[in-house]
């Protein structure tokens, strides 16, 4: 098959589009597509100044979406003196599998020379996931407790370190995941908290969110493109599972979501744009749901109770 843009030999073939792409008109699409949405949701504010930059935070796990998304904004802004990246590494405490994709973040910090941070659950909270998932004192799955803390850790060193954004490599098919699992447990007020209205959805904000914006630049590129891109680009992504990965529910909806991809091509670009769509209306009415949030006794971290979610699964952990 040739390419459609340029003739030559095709790599892939996008079925939501039509197209086929060869090599460079392939990740040459993929970057444009993370451009537009820095420019659509507006996040370079107006007033950034080379004097007065702003900072970025990004999450940066070592797998293929966040490593992607490192190296397009890298690329894109790496001569652009009214923005600086920060990425921040968080190790949750899982033997063999944090430690390999660390290795991949350091591998890709070191070949951009972006300043690169590392935090852990063990001198944060005193704990490991490893002993979490083995445990399990609140009886629930250790990707639940795990994305407390790390929505808490991002929320604290975004503040720490004065992050203007705070930046997340979610691609198409999480967001339409999520989406459609929040349609199907009736979530509604996690439908507004998708979206601030100034910068465009946003992720879900949990209660222990401080609140520093968040953006998610890849939403647009589906999963399945961003480890092409990743593999075409020889880029240092770690590709395994997490060993405790266990949400079932989200498991269903990513095989429902592939087969009506494949049945309707574009279902997933629909139900996102759909999603956002539902989530400006929602949250002009109900507000984001930020409103009567306090700060935790504990922690100072805010929430809309006494003591946060974090603050009392690290009790029930380590007491
Ligand atoms: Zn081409
Ligand atoms: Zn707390």
New binding site residues.
């Given amino acids: 098959m040739d390419?459609d843009?340029?003739g030559?030999s095709a790599v892939m073939h996008a079925a939501y589009s039509g197209l086929h792409?060869?090599e460079?008109?392939f990740t040459r699409s993929v970057e444009k597509r993370v451009r537009r949405r820095v420019r659509e949701d507006g996040l370079v504010p107006d007033d950034a100044t080379p004097e007065e930059p702003v900072t970025w935070l990004i999450g940066l796990s070592g797998g293929k979406d966040s490593v992607v998304l490192t190296q397009i904004l890298h690329e894109t802004f790496a001569q652009d003196p009214r923005i600086e990246l920060v990425a921040l590494t968080i190790h949750e405490g899982i033997a063999g599998y944090r430690d390999e994709s660390v290795d991949a973040c350091v591998e890709l910090v070191e070949e951009l020379d972006i300043r690169h941070e590392v935090v852990g659950y063990a001198e944060e909270f005193g704990l490991e996931m490893d002993d979490v998932a083995a445990d399990d004192p609140m009886n629930m799955a250790p990707c639940a407790y795990c994305g407390v803390f790390r929505r808490d850790l991002l929320a604290k060193y975004a503040d720490e370190y004065e992050a203007d954004l705070l930046l997340t490599g979610h691609n198409l098919d999480d967001e339409a995941q999520t989406a459609m699992m929040n349609f199907l447990e009736g979530d509604v007020a996690q439908v507004a908290k998708h979206f601030d209205a100034s910068l465009g959805p946003l992720d879900e904000r949990s209660e222990q969110d401080t609140f520093v914006p968040r953006a998610k630049p890849l939403r647009d590129v589906p999963e399945k493109e961003v480890a092409l891109y990743a593999h075409l680009r020889d880029l240092p992504a770690h590709i395994t599972e997490c060993p405790h990965s266990s949400e079932a529910f989200r498991g269903e909806i990513q095989q429902l979501l592939l087969k009506l991809e494949e049945d309707h091509p574009g279902t997933r670009h629909s139900i996102l744009a759909g999603y956002e769509e539902l989530a400006s209306i929602v949250s002009d009415r109900y507000g984001d749901g930020t409103a009567d949030l306090g700060e935790c006794e504990e922690c100072g971290a805010a929430t809309t109770r006494e003591q946060c979610r974090k603050c009392q699964l690290v009790e029930a952990i380590t007491s």
């Fill in positions: 390419c843009k340029c030559s792409m060869c460079s008109c």
